[in-house]
Each structure stands twice: as structure tokens, then as C-alpha cells.
């Protein structure tokens, strides 16, 4: 996130009430203000000054609700205002970018996808701006009150302060000051988080792990990575950290990873990696359906289903890989679910029985016995997981105040 200096006191009480508040009334609205008293556990008093505030910024709104088996005047409910509210969503992944105009709802208004050369003479910041300009310019008509920018990307990334180290594939990206110089070219806030930890996010709240506490999130796509909700907060969601399980070595004796180290598990587990040892044991093997078709992961996974062995085979060495990490992660966090975000679930039936085989082996009982592998319901592409950085800004209270503010 890219803000301005830090809240006082009782400024940070206010922006963390009426945060709370928004989320009751987005989460369960209609909602009473004596029921906003109750859960929120604030004074009548307070809650009215909230309301008051949202409702004259047009965030909330009033309705009727009738309780159940009431014959008397309907309750006067509150339920959030999001239509005419906008915030723009990027994901940055090889080669494209995604730019989205999405509602306080997270409702997609419009969406584009274009080419973002790996190479170019113009820094990538700076090719970034010229597209969201072209974006605005092409769909201004569509355009209401735009609030923020959230950007998601791999790389490693400072979130607290904008900047991208580094990023795999744009070599050219160095120290990239991306939050300033948006907020500095827009004029509004800009979040910026690893796609693989606000994917995780945009799970916990509109997708698969919704409700649960303790989620932890693998995504085995180009990159290999983990995102990890703990008491209902992604961990490292502050620093520049990820839970980077891509590099942890399983052969001392492997491929030279990116990284500078050897046998890590992204150059056994990513869908690249995958693709290049199928093709060598293609290469050893004749009675494979693979033979006479293009190699990709949608025909891998489809031989694995259909009884491929070798197309099993492999896809359940990327389970066992997986999962003997997942299983001393599950003795670190004592997770409720298990997600995999990756295009090789489309071989669920044999990549997640082989992951939870390895998970209960190899960590503890009383941790892993009642552990489901499930697939997440978003995948990595679009801008979902940029919605959750917007509503997780308006539900601590940041974005929402500066809304309140005009």
C-alpha cells in the first residue's frame, strides 16, 4: 500500500470502527443499528455517528426489513451503497496484463487483457501508466468515482511502500517505485501485493475458504508458492515476504534454480517444469497416448485421467513433491483446509489423492486427519485477487476513511 503518514491515536480507533462497522453491514446486510451495537460491541452512540457519516457519503444505505413473524412497522435496515463506486484492478503476470474496472462490490464492470512485451526500451512502469491511460480513455464512459488502484504481480515486493524488487520474466525490473508513481500519476491509493498472497486473500473472502481461520493456499502454476491465512489474517501480509515453498530445496543434486540454488521445488513442481520432464520421458516411453498429440497441460491432465501411466505417474510425483512440504506446513500451522490453485487440478483425481496421502504419512494425526484437499474456486488470471486487497482496505478501515473524507 502506498499512504500517506500514519494515523494518530484516536484517529486509528475511529478508521478501525469504522471499518468494523462497513464489514458487519456489507457481510450482513440489511442490518439494524441495535444489532451494529451488539456486534460490533460500540455504543449506540457510536454507531450512529458512523452510520450518519456513511450514509452522507453515499457508502451505505437505508431499507426495510421485516423481522419474522412480526405484524408491526418494518425495521429500518442499513446495507452497503457500492455501484457508483469504482477502483481499478491489474494483474501483471509473462507477457500480459489484466485491467479491470470492478464496483465496492467487487461486481466486474469491465475487463481487458493485453500483451505487455517481457522487453522493451521504455521502463515497465512507465509502459503501465500509457495503459491505464488508454484504459480510462477507451472506457471512461463507464467510469464512476474511482477510489484506488489494486495491482497483483509475482516478484518480490515491499507492499508496505510500493515498491518491486525484482520480478521473474521483466529482467529489466529493478527497485520499481510502481506504488508512488501511480499514486503520484492518479491521485488515489494504490495497494500492491504477490498475486499468489492476494489470491489467497480473495479465497478467505468470497471463495473456497470463506469463514475459515487457519487456510493454507498452494498455487503450482508458472511459479510454485503458498499463501497462508492464520487467525484470519494472511501471514507476512505487511512486509515483503511470501511463504516461498517454491524454493525450498527436495534434491540437493536438481536443476540450478533462478534462485541460485539447486533442486528447489519450482524447478520439479512448476507447470514449465513439468511440461520439460514429460517430454524427456515421452522421449523413453512409446506406449503413452501422449505420443502424436501437442504436450500441454490440458492434454497431460487429460491422459492422467484416462489412465495414462505415465501421465499419472507424473502428475503424482508432483502430488508426493507437494505434499511432503504441505505435510510439515500442516505440523507449522494446524490448517482447517488445504487449497491448490493450479491448471494441473484439472487432474484433481490424481494429483489431490496423491498430496493428502503424503500429508497424513508425514504429519501429525491429530493435525491432519480431518484436513480436506480442495481446489480453489478463483483461478490465477483476471483481476479477483485484486478485488480482495480493496475490501480488505475498506474493512481495516483505510480506504474507507478517505472515502468518508471525499
Known sequence: ??????????????????????????????????????????????????????????????????????????AVGLMVETEAWHYLSLRISRGEIYLALRDLSSKLVVEDRLELALHAEQPLEQRIVALIDQFFIHHQHKLERLTSIAITLPGI??????????????????????????????????????????????????????????????????????????????????????????????????????????????????????????????????????????????????????????????????GTHIGRILAIMVNLFNPQKILIGSPLSQAADVLFPAIADCIRQQSLPAYSKHIAVESTQFTNQGTMAGAALVKDAMYNGSLLIRLLQG
Open 1 to 74: 500500500m502506498v499512504a500517506d503518514s500514519q494515523p494518530g491515536h484516536i484517529d486509528q480507533i475511529k478508521q478501525t470502527n469504522a471499518g468494523a462497522v462497513y464489514r458487519l453491514i456489507d457481510q450482513l446486510g440489511p442490518v439494524s443499528r441495535i444489532d451494529l451495537s451488539r456486534l460490533a460491541q460500540l455504543a449506540p452512540a457510536s454507531i450512529t455517528k458512523i452510520v450518519r457519516e456513511m450514509l452522507e457519503a453515499h457508502l451505505v444505505q437505508e431499507t426495510e426489513i421485516q423481522e419474522p413473524g412480526s405484524r408491526g412497522r418494518p
Open 157 to 318: 515486493i515491499d507492499t508496505e511502500n510500493g515498491i518491486v524488487h525484482r520480478m521473474p520474466f521483466y529482467e529489466d525490473v529493478k527497485e520499481m517505485p510502481l506504488g508512488e508513481v501511480l499514486k503520484n500519476h492518479t491521485g488515489v491509493p494504490v495497494y500492491i501485493q504477490h498475486d499468489i498472497s492476494a489470491w489467497t486473500m480473495a479465497e478467505a473472502l468470497f471463495g473456497a475458504s470463506r469463514g475459515a481461520r487457519d487456510v493454507i493456499q498452494v498455487v503450482i502454476d508458472h511459479n510454485v508458492g503458498a499463501g497462508v491465512i492464520t487467525d484470519g489474517r494472511l501471514l507476512h501480509a505487511g512486509s515483503s515476504s511470501l511463504v516461498e515453498i517454491g524454493h525450498t530445496q527436495v534434491d540437493p543434486y536438481g536443476r540450478r534454480c533462478y534462485c541460485g540454488n539447486h533442486g528447489c521445488l519450482e524447478t520439479i513442481a512448476s507447470v514449465d517444469s513439468v511440461l520439460e520432464m514429460a517430454q524427456v520421458r515421452l522421449s523413453q516411453s512409446m506406449s503413452s497416448t501422449l505420443h502424436g498429440q501437442p504436450l500441454t497441460v490440458e492434454s497431460l491432465c487429460k491422459a492422467a485421467q484416462q489412465g495414462d501411466l505415465l501421465a499419472k505417474d507424473i502428475i503424482t510425483g508432483v
